[in-house]
C-alpha cells in the first residue's frame, strides 16, 4: 500500500512541484506525513492501517522527487553527486534509526515518534532557499536575486549576478520552445532536449531493478537464507542482513567522497561490472556444487557469504544510488518536477509487479537462477551505461541540456569538446554564450534596474 500511495505522490507531487514550486511541494507533503503517522498511532482495526500506509506512501512520493530536484538545482555542480549520496545516507540511517528504537519501545509509541521528523521538516523548509531558476521562470526575478546570493554567499555577488542574467536568458529562449498553445507545447515534448533524457533514464530504471537492486532490498534475508541452503554454520540469514545493512551504510559514506573525485560514469561502470561478477561466480558456483559437489559445505556458505557482501557493496556504490541522481541531472528543468514523477511513479509500478513475481520466480528457477539472471542484467546495464549514459560529472545543469540537444544519441558518439567551462557545448556556442552573457553583464551594471 505505501509502494502504490508512492506511484500517487510521483505524479501528483511532480507537476506540483513545477507549478509551485520545490520547497512548497516539501512543506506541503508533510501534513499528509503528520497525517499518515498519527492514523497509524491511532489505528483500531486493519483498515484504518492500510489507510495510513497509503498517505505515508504518497507523503514520501511527494518529498522524493521535490528533494532531489531542489538539490540537484541549488547544488553546485562540483558537489552535486555528494550532496545526493548525503541526502541517501540519511534516508538509510533515518530506517536504521526507527528499527532500532522499534527494537525495544512498543510500535504505537514509534509512530508518535515519527511525527517529530515531518513537523521538524515543515518548520525547516523556511531556511531553504526555492529553486532560483524555478523563480525566473515565473517572473519572480528579485526573490531569484536573494536566493542565489544565500546559495553563493555574500562574498561572490558578482558570481550570483552573472548566474542571474545566465538565467533570465535560458528562460527567454526556452520561452520560444515552448508557447502558449498545446501544440506547441506537445511540439516541444518531442524534441531532443527532451525525449532523450526521459526514454534513457526510463530504460535505465528498468534495467535496474531487472539486475536485482530493488530486490535485494526487499528479499536480503530470503535470498541470503537460499543461497545458504538452510545452513548456518558461519552466519545465520537474520545476522547475515544486519551486515548487509550496515554494510551498505558504510559504502553509501564512501561514495560520498567518491563521487566528488571520480567520475560519476566510472563509478557507475565499476558498480555494474562488479555486481555481474560476484553474482554471476555466485550463480555458477552454487549450480555446478548441487549437482557435483565440487566444495564442501562450510566452504560453500563462507564463499556464498563473501560474493553477496562483494555484490551488495559494488551494487550500493552505483547502482543503488546513482539513478535518483540522474532525475535531477538529465531531465529537462522546463518539465522536471513532472518527467521526474512519471519516471518514479513508472518505477513503483514494475516494482510492486517485481516484487510481488520473484517468490513464484524464485522457486521456479531456483536460487542458482536468480543470481544468474542478477548477473545477466547487470551484464546488459553496463553495456547500456557504457553506450549511452553521458558523463555529468562537474557539468552545470544547463551544459547537460545543450549536450541532449546534439543530434547524436550514443555518447560514445558525441563530439569532442573541450571539459573545461561549458564542456559540453559546441566550441563556437560556448564561446558565443560567455560573450553574451559578459554583455548582459555590462549592461545590468549600466542599467541596475534594467530587465535586459
Not at 97 to 108: K, P
Not at 233 to 252: K, N
Request: net charge positive; charged share 15%; glycine share 8%.
Amino acid at each position: 500500500m505505501q509502494t502504490l500511495g508512492l506511484v500517487m505522490g510521483n505524479i501528483v507531487g511532480g507537476g506540483m512541484a513545477d507549478r509551485l514550486g520545490r520547497r512548497m511541494v516539501i512543506r506541503g507533503a508533510q501534513v499528509p506525513y503528520v497525517i499518515g503517522w498519527i492514523l497509524t498511532a491511532s489505528a483500531t482495526n486493519h483498515a484504518v492501517m492500510i489507510f495510513a500506509r497509503l498517505v505515508v506512501g504518497m507523503a514520501r512520493g511527494m518529498t522524493g522527487d521535490a528533494m532531489l530536484v531542489i538539490l540537484d538545482e541549488n547544488s553546485d555542480a562540483r558537489f552535486r553527486g555528494t550532496a545526493n549520496s548525503c541526502m541517501i545516507v540519511f534516508y538509510v540511517l533515518g530506517f536504521l534509526a526507527v528499527t532500532g528504537v522499534a527494537s525495544f519501545l512498543q510500535w504505537r509509541l514509534v509512530a508518535w515518534l515519527a511525527v517529530i521528523g515531518p513537523v521538524t521538516a515543515f518548520i525547516l523548509t523556511y531556511f531553504i532557499p526555492e529553486s532560483p531558476m524555478w523563480l525566473v521562470r515565473h517572473g519572480r526575478n528579485e526573490e531569484a536575486a536573494i536566493a542565489l546570493e544565500r546559495l553563493w554567499g555574500r562574498n561572490h555577488r558578482d558570481k550570483a549576478q552573472q548566474e542571474l542574467i545566465y538565467f533570465k536568458m535560458r528562460v527567454q529562449k526556452e520561452q520560444l520552445l515552448w508557447k502558449k498553445s498545446f501544440a506547441d507545447y506537445c511540439r516541444a515534448l518531442r524534441s531532443r532536449y527532451v525525449y532523450k533524457p526521459f526514454v534513457l533514464s526510463l530504460i535505465f530504471f528498468i534495467l535496474n531493478i531487472l539486475c536485482g537492486t530493488v530486490i535485494f532490498v526487499y528479499y536480503t534475508v530470503d535470498i541470503i537464507a537460499t543461497a545458504l541452503r538452510g545452513r548456518n554454520h558461519q552466519m545465520d540469514e537474520f545476522s547475515a542482513a544486519t551486515v548487509v545493512g550496515f554494510l551498505r551504510l558504510i559504502v553509501l559514506i564512501i561514495a560520498c567522497v567518491l563521487l566528488y573525485v571520480v567520475r560519476r560514469r566510472t563509478l557507475l561502470l565499476i558498480s555494474c561490472i562488479g555486481s555481474a561478477s560476484f553474482m554471476l561466480i555466485l550463480g555458477t558456483m552454487l549450480q555446478l556444487n548441487s549437482s557435483g559437489n565440487l566444495i564442501s559445505e562450510l566452504n560453500e556458505e563462507l564463499l556464498s557469504l563473501i560474493l553477496i557482501f562483494l555484490y551488495v557493496s559494488f551494487n550500493t556504490v552505483g547502482l543503488y544510488l546513482v539513478p535518483l541522481m540522474m532525475i535531477g541531472e538529465m531531465l529537462p528543468n522546463r518539465i522536471r518536477g513532472f518527467a521526474s514523477g512519471v519516471i518514479c511513479s513508472f518505477n513503483d509500478i514494475l516494482m510492486i509487479g517485481v516484487v510481488k513475481i520473484y517468490p513464484w520466480f524464485s522457486r521456479m528457477v531456483a536460487i542458482e537462477g536468480v543470481c544468474l539472471l542478477f548477473g545477466g542484467f547487470s551484464v546488459l546495464i553496463s553495456l547500456y551505461v557504457y553506450l549511452f549514459i553521458p558523463e555529468t560529472q562537474g557539468k552545470s545543469l544547463a551544459q547537460i541540456e545543450e549536450y541532449f540537444q546534439q543530434y547524436n544519441i550514443l555518447w560514445v558518439t558525441r563530439p569532442k569538446t573541450s571539459h573545461k567551462g561549458l564542456g559540453l557545448l559546441h566550441r563556437t556556442d560556448r564561446d558565443k554564450l560567455c560573450k553574451e552573457v559578459e554583455e548582459a553583464l555590462s549592461l545590468e551594471k549600466l542599467h541596475p534596474t534594467s530587465n535586459s
